[in-house]
């Protein structure tokens, strides 16, 4: 019997971790919850589930690792406000099922120091299929890591053809349900080049051995070629669960999680070269990723900073990633990388691209 913290349990990943628990509950109990802001829809969770110790806010929910005795912390949280419990699930020692990937990105080396071999575990579908295929070989056999994307919803449009999108259409996602930033993220790309660094850091494999390829139809989820010529791939209909289910209980797979493909209908899976052209995201993050530091950190919160004014209709689509690297050109690294410098770093890059959005 596993018990399990969740974070974010009123989000997608929250609510489909709790989906998983309800199914199996001879495998997890859950000792904690904790919400952004809706304390209706925790307290419910916590009513069905005979919860006692729930949390609101990323302070509270730190706090909640801290002091509730959890073999795994599931952090669902969305944004860099992760951190802080991210930190804390490492420091008190539980198995940390992460699907905060920004909370990794932001930290980088300040939250690898602080993991034991193994005590991170990925929940992102993308790096969970590379963990998963990781366990065909061993680390030097490894010649590359490849990250499948589905392209989101306008996938083969040239550069030109996206000036115009709206936040209706870039929100139409052909795959995923996920909310505004995340989809928002998938749609520029954005995203893949955050997963492109949160492999880099799981995995010890440098920029230039981690590659993206473009797979809408979202089966393989991702995969690793290995030296002798082998590429290992994860396949399976696009459900959350399973990577969650391996979050909560790895290496340990749970029985009827999700449906397996059919075998029995003919299917095509295409896989298309990555147009860095229209989508520059990619090469950018990769670049951030390689400056270390705060820079990461900068590159996070000056997208988040930009998808609200996207939203908001103060910014175009194609300038979203234009401000992060407008940004990311003026900004100049600390000394040293503490909460602290993280912290400052992270303000800096907001009131920075709010600046550059006001001065439009």
């Known amino acids: 019997m596993r018990r399990v913290l969740i974070l974010g349990s009123t989000g997608s990943i929250g609510t489909q971790a ?3 628990i309800r199914a199996n ?4 109990e859950v000792v904690g919850l904790a919400a952004g802001t809706d304390r209706a829809g925790v307290e419910a969770q916590a009513a069905a589930f005979r919860v006692e110790h729930i949390a609101l806010g990323a302070v509270e929910a730190e706090q909640l690792v801290r002091d509730i005795d959890a073999d795994v912390v599931l952090n669902g949280i ?4 992760g951190l802080g419990p991210t930190i804390a ?4 020692g539980r198995t940390l099922a992460l699907a905060n990937k920004e909370s990794l990105i932001v930290g980088g080396d300040l939250v690898t120091a602080l993991a034991a071999p193994g005590q991170i575990v990925p929940v992102d579908s993308e790096h969970s299929a590379i963990a998963q295929a990781l366990r065909s070989g061993d680390a030097h056999e490894v010649r590359r890591l490849v990250l499948t994307a589905s392209g989101g919803p306008f996938r083969g449009r040239s550069r ?4 115009d999108v709206t936040p209706a259409q870039a929100l139409a996602h052909p795959t995923w349900d996920m909310g505004r930033v995340v989809t928002t993220n998938s749609a520029t790309l954005v995203n893949k080049g955050l997963e492109v660094i949160e492999a880099h850091l799981l995995f010890d494999v440098a920029y230039d051995r981690i590659d993206v390829t473009v797979h809408p139809q979202s089966i393989v989820h991702s995969m690793v070629e290995f030296t002798d010529g082998s590429t290992i791939a994860q396949a399976s209909p696009p459900d959350m669960r399973l990577p969650i289910s391996l979050g909560l209980d790895w290496p340990h797979r749970i029985a009827g999680v999700g ?11 295409t896989f298309e070269p990555l147009d ?3 989508f520059g995201s990619v ?8 400056a270390g530091a705060t820079y990461p950190a900068v590159f996070n919160a000056a997208n988040e900073q930009a998808v609200d004014a996207f939203h908001e209709g103060r910014l175009g689509f194609l300038e979203i990633v234009e401000l992060i690297e407008r940004v990311v050109d003026r900004h100049e690294a600390p000394s040293a990388l503490s909460r602290e410098s993280l912290a400052e770093a992270e303000a800096w890059a907001r009131r920075a691209a709010d600046d550059i959005i006001a001065a439009r």
Do not use: H, I
């Not at 969305?78 to 406000?81: A, E, H, L, N, P």
């Not at 699930?89 to 008190?92: P, R, S, V």
């Not at 030109?160 to 000036?163: D, G, P, S, W």
């Open 160 to 163: 030109a053809e996206l000036a």
């Open 78 to 81: 969305t944004g860099s406000v």
């Open 89 to 92: 699930a490492l420091e008190e």
């Open 18 to 20: 709790l989906d998983v």
């Open 276 to 278: 860095e052209e229209a």
């Open 25 to 28: 509950p001879d495998r997890f």
């Open 283 to 290: 090469a950018l993050a990769k670049r951030v990723g390689r």
């Open 259 to 269: 449906a397996p493909l059919d075998w029995t209908r003919a299917a095509q899976w």
